[in-house]
């Protein structure tokens, strides 16, 4: 059984760049969640997708997009790049979405905007 | 708006003794809560998972409390070890678009001295 992975591992970008962050899933897993992790503080929900769709988002602006693919891994989009966007981007993934089910984290990609 | 407070001082406690870590929300009922651990530069790892109409759960040398009228979860790791130490993670659920998420607090780090 594969674990959760993420691509890259670090990414250095400048500001109002665009980024790619990717993640494959856990096997037989159908929900992914994103998070997004400052230094010190704990991950904060960007948005989660179920089979393809949206399922839920957090307090992120548009700039923050997503997609889910038929196998199930996922990409994060981030446009126009802020300085704040810095930090450790993680995505989960979990077997269903009723959210009762303890997620699966990758490694975590650190985003760095100059 | 819901709010979940971990201790953000770290917690520094000498191998053998047991470690008790706590988690504080308020405005808000959740229907489980969870707790995870995290070593730097890493994803979070699932510990344990509480339901509101369980008191207690135990897992190895790990035990999660749960009191819903305190609003409040202790999570104690009896006969800690230097390889305790790490950053742990508690998690509420909220319910965002017809399912539930999860909202993490901002750790509280362990120190085990030898």
């Known amino acids: 059984e594969t674990g959760v992975t993420q691509s890259p591992t670090h990414l250095i970008k400048t500001r109002g760049q665009q980024v790619t962050l990717r993640c494959s899933s856990q096997?037989?897993?159908?929900?992914v969640s994103w998070y997004q992790q400052a230094l010190g503080q704990g991950p904060q929900f960007i948005f989660q997708?179920?089979?393809?769709?949206?399922?839920g988002r957090g307090n992120f602006p548009p700039r923050f997009s997503g997609l889910q693919f038929p196998n199930y891994s996922s990409e994060l989009n981030v446009n126009a790049l802020e300085l704040d966007d810095s930090a450790l981007y993680l995505c989960?993934?979990?077997?269903?979405?009723?959210?009762?089910?303890?997620?699966?984290f990758g490694p975590g990609t650190r985003l760095t905007v100059l | 708006s819901q709010k979940i407070e971990q201790n953000s001082e770290a917690l520094n406690i000498q191998e053998g003794k047991t470690a008790t870590l706590t988690c504080n929300y308020t405005?808000?009922?959740?229907?489980?809560l969870q707790w995870y651990r995290q070593d730097p530069g890493r994803g979070p790892v699932f510990l344990l998972l509480?339901?509101?109409?369980?008191k207690e759960k135990r897992k190895e040398r790990l035990k999660v409390t749960f009191d819903t009228t305190l609003k409040q979860s202790l999570f104690h790791i009896t006969a800690s070890q230097p390889a305790d130490s790490a950053t742990y993670l508690c998690?509420?659920?909220?319910?965002?678009?017809?399912?539930?998420?999860?909202?993490f607090g901002s750790g509280t780090r362990l120190l085990v001295r030898p």
């Open positions: 997708y179920y089979r393809e769709e949206e399922n």
């Open positions: 998690a509420l659920d909220k319910f965002v678009d017809s399912s539930y998420k999860l909202i």
């Open positions: 096997s037989g897993h159908n929900t």
């Open positions: 989960a993934s979990s077997p269903d979405e009723r959210g009762a089910n303890e997620q699966f």
């Open positions: 509480i339901r509101e109409n369980e």
């Open positions: 405005n808000y009922s959740p229907a489980y």
